[in-house]
């Protein structure tokens, strides 16, 4: 898996080298492909250079396919290639396949049919929302409009971020027409392929579902409001960001980011002038992200809420960790600590190291640190301003954020074996 990614990557980092790759003349230095074509496989959004300006048509369309084939998963994709060639799968392809998706070895044709109907409806229903409303609403030609929608429909189902617009999406903040369509596609991309199997095969049967499914819909539902209100609360008079807009602007900015702070990387406001208690409000939501198997980065919901679970349990004085009448595996458990303390690991050194090459402030550098580790694309802006040295270690943050956790935890999970003995049994002072 990481080398596929890594392969995409150089692929990437050469296409927008050549010179018709960009709007000036000579294609791109190296360090600005390389970090561009990183974002986008890994479906970041950070960027060093201006989308709109610098790259020209053909660079902007390489970047599309980039993060087109980062979401849906490089190894998925060649899957898909080899199931449309051969009509079947192997055992190898099988279990490749299954590392990406996390459904089971049988379920790995299905899920992966069933990511292509939804990737496709998905992107082409936004597509046509978009292209209408800049069409119809704000005029646009419709060759501009489709590739304008086109590419924000594709880049919000893909958690991408990245956008045509220089500004993000700034300038639509008050029109839910547009935004609307943008959540709806991050939040559907968010959600992650398992989830959309498991509609497929039980529709709106909540009782039916499986317990991922129901934990990653019911834990996004809940930071999503808890996001809306803590974002509400303190931007709603913050002059610099909500304070000037009308209430329609307000609530569609509000409702927006709550949505896109744990994955996608759009934004509707000015992310360096929000309040530092709004952006530890994200630094949290980055850190979640969004669901396992998903174009979304973070810990995922299932882990985060697996250890609030078990928290729950030990306060209540369960002896097993139970949620939604089902009992949590120990090995489920320790996965979920695990993938915690190396992602905080991550976060702790990517800082670290940013802060020895840079001069910004730490509040700074860890929303970008978070934002690259996590595969967000949010940035208080300083991610151009970066030395090449600290634009190296963003690149080294965003591929390991993308690939290095889920590579380790389908490792550990695939070697898991049980030890014929067992040691002699003394606790340790917690607390």
């Known amino acids: 898996m990481p080398l596929a990614f890594m392969a995409m990557i150089a692929l990437g980092t050469a296409m927008l080298m050549l010179p018709w790759a960009t709007v000036g003349a000579g294609g791109a230095p190296f360090l600005t492909a390389l970090f561009t074509a990183t974002s986008a496989v890994c479906v970041t959004g950070l960027v060093v250079v201006d989308t709109p300006s610098y790259w020209s048509t053909f660079g902007q369309v390489v970047v599309m396919g980039l993060f087109q084939a980062g979401g849906f998963g490089i190894m998925t994709s060649a899957t898909l290639l080899g199931l449309l060639v051969a009509g079947r799968l192997n055992l190898g392809t099988r279990l490749v396949a299954q590392a990406e998706t996390k459904s089971g070895l049988g379920d790995v044709t299905s899920v992966i049919r069933v990511a292509v109907v939804t990737t496709l409806a998905v992107e082409l229903v936004a597509t046509a929302a978009l292209s209408s409303r800049l069409y119809f609403g704000y005029g646009l030609a419709w060759g501009d409009a489709l590739w304008h929608g086109l590419f924000q429909a594709v880049s919000a189902f893909n ?64 930071l999503v409001a808890a996001a809306a209100l803590g974002i509400g609360l303190y931007e709603w008079n913050n002059p610099a960001t909500l304070g000037a807009l009308d209430v329609t602007a307000k609530l569609n900015s509000v409702m927006f980011q709550s949505v896109a702070a744990r994955t996608a990387g ?20 980055m850190f979640i992200g969004g669901g396992s198997a998903s174009t979304a980065g973070g810990i995922r919901i299932t882990t985060f809420f697996l250890l609030g679970f078990v928290v729950w349990a030990e306060v209540s004085g369960q002896r097993d960790t139970v949620a939604f009448g089902r009992r949590i595996p120990e090995q489920s458990l320790r996965l979920a600590v695990t993938v915690v303390l190396m992602a905080l690991t991550l976060v702790a050194m990517g800082t670290l190291a940013l802060l020895s ?64 003995y067992r040691y002699p049994e003394e606790r340790p002072i917690v607390g």
């Open 159 to 222: 958690s991408a971020g990245f956008s045509t617009w220089s500004d993000s999406l700034v300038r639509f903040a008050g029109d839910p027409v547009f935004i609307v369509p943008i959540a709806l596609a991050v939040l559907l991309g968010g959600l992650g392929f398992p989830v959309m199997y498991d509609l497929r095969r039980h529709s709106f049967a909540f009782a039916r579902w499986s317990l991922h499914s129901k934990m990653t819909v019911a834990g996004s539902a809940v």
């Open 357 to 420: 090459v840079t001069d910004f402030a730490l509040k700074d550098v860890l929303f970008e640190a978070i934002s690259a580790s996590f595969t967000v694309g949010l940035s208080t802006g300083i991610t151009a301003q970066m030395p090449p040295a600290g634009q190296s270690i963003l690149v080294a943050l965003m591929f390991v954020g993308r690939v290095g956790l889920v590579t380790v935890v389908t490792a550990v999970a695939l070697r898991g074996h049980t030890r014929l």
């Open 266 to 285: 759009f934004s509707t406001i000015d992310m360096a002038a929000t309040t530092i208690e709004t952006q530890a409000i994200n630094w949290v939501l």
